[in-house]
């Protein structure tokens, strides 16, 4: 409604410019004093339209799409890839981390050679100077329990050497720190990777892409998805009218629709009327909800919404032959306190009866043109 005023209001300013040679001639035609009278409530307003549920996609890795790109009024399910970026640099990044945690994790086992005496040191079956030197080898650490049973078990086929050798495992200690800095990296690198997939949370339509779709840029959204239903229409009701609209509505006389410009309409709910004015329009927001089951509407663009109940209120109302249009919007000609013609916008509602209600533009006390007739220009002397 806004835009409508102020574009009403640039009209006259215009008009005003191009008309004032009409200034000092006269005209003979009706004029009717504006008063209020009772009529029950019956608007047509215009309203835009926007989705309950709707989101956005932003990528979180940069990248080509090595999917189709997102087009605009795309249909999408929920739990759809709508995205699948090349991960390929990233796949290198997932390999490469875990190479190095395994390599870290691998307990790296080296061999040390031992000499160790023959039993009986060269002949007999004396072994003990064997025995006593594995059992000094045992203590230094230099094989397990297990390998050093092995070795005292040893008996004539190796006492018959003067001296034998021995591979003893050696293991170096594994750094803790650095595996669970390596784990971390692995983990890091796997979420990049898994980012590189992504689904459509809803199901809806895509009313906007980037300008360029076939480019995933990390932080930047690719693409808007709105849900065709429900759909909420938000529009600006009159100061006039919100009382009783909230004592229709509490008494369940209200009735709602947002109609396509085919002519079909869907039943809504009014969800929301504020309890403050907007200071810049004058008006109050309200916000109806409904279901958009015959995929009649679409979010983004403006539609009209009518609101009727039976309940009365004060309302202007002017012959519908004093309501003129243009490019910028309805306009009546009235008559000055200088008795001059002069142009006002206004904002019309519903015609009853050859009458169109006035919702904005015009005050009891004016004096309208009721039939304006063709040669009649802003600043011309009214003889009624």
């Excluded at 009209?11 to 005003?16: D, Q």
Aim: glycine content about 8%; some cysteine.
């Amino acid at each position: 409604m806004n835009l409508k005023k102020m574009a009403a209001v640039a009209l006259t300013v215009v008009v005003a410019a191009v008309c004032l040679s009409g200034c000092g001639n006269s005209v003979s035609t009706k004029v009717e004093t504006v008063n209020k009278s009772d009529h029950p409530v019956a608007l047509t307003l215009d309203a835009n339209m926007t989705a309950l549920h709707m989101t956005t996609i932003v990528p979180k890795i940069s990248g080509k799409l090595i999917s189709a790109p997102l087009t605009k009024g795309q249909d999408v399910k929920s739990g759809e890839v709508v995205v699948q970026i090349d991960t390929s640099p990233y796949q290198s990044s997932v390999s490469q981390a875990e190479a190095e945690l395994v390599a870290a994790s691998s307990a790296t086992t080296t061999y040390k050679t031992v000499t160790v005496p023959a039993s009986g040191g060269g002949g007999g079956g004396d072994n003990s100077g064997q025995r006593a030197q594995l059992n000094a080898y045992y203590k230094d650490g230099y094989f397990s329990r297990a390998e050093f049973n092995q070795l005292m078990s040893k008996n004539a086929p190796a006492a018959q050497q003067e001296t034998q050798t021995i591979q003893v495992p050696q293991t170096a200690p594994v750094d803790h720190e650095k595996i669970a800095q390596l784990q971390q990296a692995v983990q890091s690198a796997r979420e990049m990777l898994s980012n590189g997939t992504i689904y459509s949370p809803i199901d809806g339509k895509v009313t906007s892409v980037s300008d360029n779709p076939s480019v995933a840029v990390a932080g930047n959204v690719l693409a808007t998805i709105q849900q065709m239903t429900p759909l909420v229409a938000t529009f600006a009701v009159p100061e006039m009218y919100v009382s009783a609209l909230q004592a229709a509505k509490q008494s369940g006389t209200l009735q709602v629709s947002v109609i396509a410009p085919s002519g079909e309409s869907e039943t809504g709910e009014l969800t929301y009327l504020a309890t403050e004015k907007d200071s810049s329009t004058g008006s109050y927001t309200a916000k109806i909800t409904f279901n958009n089951t015959k995929n009649l509407f679409v979010p983004g663009e403006f539609y009209h919404v009518r609101i009727s109940t039976p309940q009365e209120v004060s309302q202007i109302t002017v012959p519908k032959t004093a309501i003129r249009t243009k490019d910028s919007g309805d306009f009546v000609y009235i008559v000055n306190d200088s008795g001059l013609a002069d142009a006002r916008s206004v904002l019309t509602g519903d015609e009853e009866e050859g009458r169109i209600v006035v919702l904005d533009g015009l005050q009891e006390g004016d004096k309208v043109v009721i039939d304006p007739p063709e040669n009649l220009e802003i600043g011309m002397k009214v003889k009624s």
